[in-house]
């Protein structure tokens, strides 16, 4: 039995009935060595020893198919052992915070992956994991008080046009760089200088794009 969205076979001794349930002794995964069975389990909704009907070993399939994580899913049932055989999909991009108040680091990734067992630092162009870090990154920024709409598209390279990350950015309310200030030795600063920092002040805030750009126009000033 062929689907649009994956590959689905169902082997036994004889054809199930609208609503039968079997029981299989194992599940087993196969093609995607990168991440442990646990994971997969708890992405899929899967127990083991848990009655299900064709219908819910499809059902199974098609979760870890909407996450974007695998390309193609199928599965197998021989009347004993249900197996998933999984498919990576290509594509899959480090995330990158554009102007969120949160570091991005090993915390951050190690508390994604707490939530969303398939997210090992990487997420698709597209898909239900995607969108689950997306919604996380709100909860985050609401559990400071901060309520906020995140958005996730492509960040691409300027020079290549070649999608790099998936960006995730505040768009409401707006970000924007605040008063900047200078700490140390205390100068008088040249005004020059001056006018090239206030410049920045209330333009749109990119965690690394606004410093580099600050950097930049410094250097060249200089």
């Known amino acids: ?9 169902l082997v036994c001794a004889a054809l199930p009935t609208a609503g039968q349930s079997f029981q299989p002794k194992s599940v087993k995964f196969t093609g995607a060595p990168d ?5 997969l389990l708890s992405a899929a909704e899967l127990k083991a020893g848990a009655d299900l009907s064709y219908a819910e070993m499809n ?8 996450s974007g994580v695998f390309s193609a899913v199928s599965f197998k049932f021989d009347g004993q052992d249900l197996t998933f055989q999984l498919t990576p999909a290509s594509g899959m991009l480090p995330i990158r915070l554009q102007n969120l108040p949160i570091a991005h680091g090993k915390d951050l990734d190690e508390k994604v992956h707490r939530q969303f067992p398939l997210y090992h630092g990487l997420v698709p162009e597209r898909g239900g994991l995607t969108e689950s870090v997306r ?7 609401e559990a ?6 995140v958005a996730a598209m492509l960040f691409r390279n300027g020079a290549t046009d070649k999608a790099e ?4 950015s505040i768009t409401a309310p707006p970000v924007v760089v605040g008063e900047i200030r200078t700490e140390g030795t205390i100068v008088m600063l040249d005004p020059k200088v001056s006018a090239i920092l206030a410049k920045f002040s209330g333009a749109a805030y990119d965690a690394e794009g606004s410093i580099k750009q600050i950097e930049t126009d410094l250097d060249a000033y200089y």
């Open 135 to 141: 919604s996380a990154l709100e909860e985050m920024l």
């Open 59 to 66: 059902n199974r399939a098609q979760k870890l198919l909407d």
């Open 1 to 9: 039995l062929t689907l649009p969205a994956a590959v689905l076979a």
């Open 144 to 149: 400071q008080g901060i309520k906020a709409t």
């Open 35 to 39: 991440y442990a069975d646990t994971e």
């Open 165 to 168: 990350a998936v960006n995730f």
